[in-house]
């Protein structure tokens, strides 16, 4: 029902730029948040960016200016640019909305690597 697919990831050296997209599709309604987690090898997913549906935004500290997060909602796109890319940035980078309540639910993309070489 409903579909989060994310794209843009890639190989790029530090210092350079990404643009990740994820676009929903399928019953999309009342979403409360969007955001992007990710996720590297042998460590916990952690909260990237989020846009909640009055526009607000909040980062992570090790991103905050340097990744922006922004949101179409013609095209129910949301977007993660990422600036001055580090190695420590590497990561599977994974789109997320979510819905409070009536019905509560939670959608998960199936992720796109991001590598940032030194």
């Known amino acids: 029902q409903v579909q989060l697919v994310e794209s843009g990831g890639g190989l790029v050296q530090s210092g350079g730029s990404l643009r990740l997209s994820c676009a929903a599709s399928?019953?999309?309604?009342?979403?409360?948040?969007m955001g992007w987690y990710r996720q590297a090898p042998g460590k916990q997913r952690e909260l990237v960016a989020v846009?909640?549906?009055?526009?607000?935004?909040n980062y992570a500290d090790s991103v905050k200016g340097r990744f922006t997060i922004s949101g179409d909602n013609a095209k129910n796109t949301v977007y993660l640019q990422m600036n001055n890319l580090k190695p420590e940035d590497t990561s599977v980078y994974y789109c997320?909305?979510?819905?409070?309540?009536?019905?509560?639910?939670?959608?998960w993309g199936q992720g796109t690597q991001v590598t940032v070489s030194s």
């Open positions: 997320n909305a979510r819905r409070f309540s009536f019905p509560a639910a939670e959608y």
């Open positions: 399928g019953n999309i309604f009342r979403f409360n948040t």
């Open positions: 846009i909640t549906s009055d526009a607000s935004t």
